[in-house]
T-cell receptor
Framework: KAGVTQTPRYLIKTRGQQVTLSCSPISGHRSVSWYQQTPGQGLQFLFEYFSETQRNKGNFPGRFSGRQFSNSRSEMNVSTLELGDSALYLC??????????????FGQGTRLTVV | AQSVAQPEDQVNVAEGNPLTVKCTYSVSGNPYLFWYVQYPNRGLQFLLKYITGDNLVKGSYGFEAEFNKSQTSFHLKKPSALVSDSALYFCAVRPTGGGNKLTFGTGTQLKVEL
């Protein structure tokens, strides 16, 4: 079974630009979550999508948005990039039903550097 | 709101010795608890989880964890450490019925030396 695939692996952007990151979950998984990892703040939850609907949202500004397609693939978008957005962005997929006790599987991450 | 504490930024242990990485949590209701490991420039790899049942949970690569409800702890253990176990370890909690939002601890860097 193929794992969670995130593209691109590395990205360099300029302040003020926008960026789109992509995540393909494990086949059959309907939940996709996004996390930001930085040395200062650690791992922080951004949002979760399940069956194309946002089910949970973390405490990030509106510049961070996401969506999920009918095939469960997900994208997250960051607009008006700031230097502080430099981070490793991790995507996690899971079966996702509310009462599911299954674990989440993570992709390799996208390393975003804002200059 | 749920939270996780990993009180040690770094744990050093000699190869062959037992290791423990500590984790305490706070959550409303019954928790789902997880341990993940991260190697440099990589994503998180699942090690083990506690859902219900036996307090001692066995996972990948010889790791196990002990759930203690009264102390709200979920410490990660391994009887005999390997140099290759050196990595960053994260404890995470997820409330039951709350979707898949994981709250992570700050991570513990494990260093296993010869």
């Amino acid at each position: 079974k193929a794992g969670v695939t995130q593209t691109p692996r590395y990205l360099i952007k300029t302040r003020g630009q926008q960026v789109t990151l992509s995540c393909s979950p494990i086949s059959g998984h309907r939940s996709v979550s996004w996390y930001q990892q930085t040395p200062g703040q650690g791992l922080q939850f951004l949002f979760e999508y399940f069956s194309e609907t946002q089910r949970n949202k973390g405490n990030f500004p509106g510049r961070f948005s996401g969506r999920q397609f009918s095939n469960s693939r997900s994208e997250m978008n960051v607009s008006t990039l700031e230097l502080g957005d430099s981070a490793l962005y991790l995507c996690a997929s899971s079966l996702g039903t509310v009462r599911s006790n299954t674990e989440a599987f993570f992709g390799q991450g996208t390393r975003l550097t804002v200059v | 709101a749920q939270s996780v504490a990993q009180p040690e930024d770094q744990v050093n242990v000699a190869e062959g010795n037992p290791l423990t990485v500590k984790c305490t949590y706070s959550v409303s209701g019954n928790p789902y608890l997880f341990w993940y490991v991260q190697y440099p420039n990589r994503g998180l790899q699942f090690l083990l989880k506690y859902i219900t049942g036996d307090n001692l949970v066995k996972g990948s690569y010889g790791f196990e964890a002990e759930f203690n409800k009264s102390q709200t702890s979920f410490h990660l253990k391994k009887p005999s450490a390997l140099v290759s176990d050196s990595a960053l370890y994260f404890c995470a909690v997820r409330p039951t019925g709350g979707g898949n939002k994981l709250t992570f601890g700050t991570g513990t860097q494990l260093k296993v030396e010869l």
